[in-house]
């Protein structure tokens, strides 16, 4: 009988002891954030030099051109913004959705992803668009991505949620520097409904 307890006691240590009981605080990165991750190492300074921090938006606006057609935003959650019939009915797509993002997490500041802040304007079938809610955010996966420029996003009534124009910039509330990539046109082909990212 003592066998057993001493055993039952000895385990109960160990137990507590554990470290696989232990929490990890793993933050899951984006395709994009190797990039961002590189710019920032590039420019380490670029939060206290105005013109460091230019030459990482000149960077940043190079880079971004060049991985657009390549999904490289296709697992950033986005939120819609506005949607309605697509007024210029130059194709097949009926509704004309806008989406931003709307990312930043105070809690886990350290995914520059979630500061990487970018308007799309989609073309899609009227029914997909249907089955969209204001408000909601989902994953969008499509094709035809292009930086719109601030005559292309003028053109379309002005109604960008983030400027046109690629900038690293102090974020208004939180203590971070934001990466505004501009609005982005894009053919989409489906949509993925996100609850949690």
Same mark, same amino acid.
């Given at each position: 009988? =003592?066998?057993?307890?001493?055993?039952? %006691?000895?385990?109960?240590?160990?137990?507590?002891?554990?470290? $696989?009981?232990?929490? &990890?605080?793993?933050?899951? $990165?984006?395709?994009? +954030? @190797?990039?961002? *991750?590189?710019? $920032?190492?590039?420019?380490?300074?670029?939060? +206290? *030099?105005?013109?460091? =921090?230019?030459?990482?938006?000149?960077?940043?606006? !190079?880079?971004?051109?060049?991985?657009?057609?390549?999904?490289?935003?296709? +697992?950033?959650?986005? !939120?819609?913004?506005?949607?309605?019939?697509? @007024?210029? !009915?130059?194709?097949?797509?009926?509704?004309? /959705?806008?989406?931003?993002?709307? *990312?930043? *997490?105070?809690?886990?500041?350290? =995914?520059?992803?979630?500061?990487?802040?970018? +308007?799309?304007v989609g073309l899609m079938?009227?029914?997909?668009?249907?089955?969209?809610?204001?408000? %909601?955010? #989902?994953? &969008?996966?499509?094709?035809?991505? !292009?930086?719109?420029?601030?005559?292309?996003?003028?053109?379309?009534?002005n109604n960008a949620y983030? $400027?046109?124009?690629?900038?690293?910039?102090?974020? @208004?509330?939180?203590? /971070? #520097?934001?990466?505004?990539?501009? /609005? &982005?046109?894009?053919?989409?082909?489906?949509?993925?409904? /996100?609850?949690?990212y």
């Amino acid at each position: 009988m =003592r066998y057993i307890i001493f055993i039952l %006691g000895i385990l109960t240590i160990l137990s507590c002891n554990n470290d $696989t009981n232990k929490a &990890i605080n793993v933050i899951k $990165t984006r395709k994009i +954030d @190797p990039i961002l *991750n590189a710019l $920032t190492k590039k420019y380490p300074n670029y939060k +206290d *030099n105005s013109i460091v =921090r230019e030459n990482a938006t000149k960077e940043l606006d !190079k880079k971004i051109d060049s991985l657009l057609n390549f999904n490289y935003l296709d +697992d950033i959650p986005l !939120k819609v913004f506005r949607m309605g019939e697509n @007024p210029y !009915k130059t194709n097949t797509k009926g509704a004309l /959705v806008q989406f931003h993002t709307d *990312n930043y *997490n105070s809690d886990q500041p350290n =995914r520059l992803s979630d500061r990487l802040n970018f +308007d799309i304007v989609g073309l899609m079938d009227e029914k997909l668009a249907t089955t969209l809610t204001e408000g %909601g955010t #989902y994953f &969008i996966y499509g094709k035809k991505l !292009k930086r719109l420029s601030q005559t292309e996003v003028f053109l379309m009534g002005n109604n960008a949620y983030y $400027t046109s124009e690629t900038e690293i910039s102090k974020d @208004p509330i939180f203590d /971070v #520097y934001n990466f505004n990539i501009g /609005v &982005i046109s894009c053919e989409i082909d489906s949509v993925k409904s /996100v609850s949690k990212y």
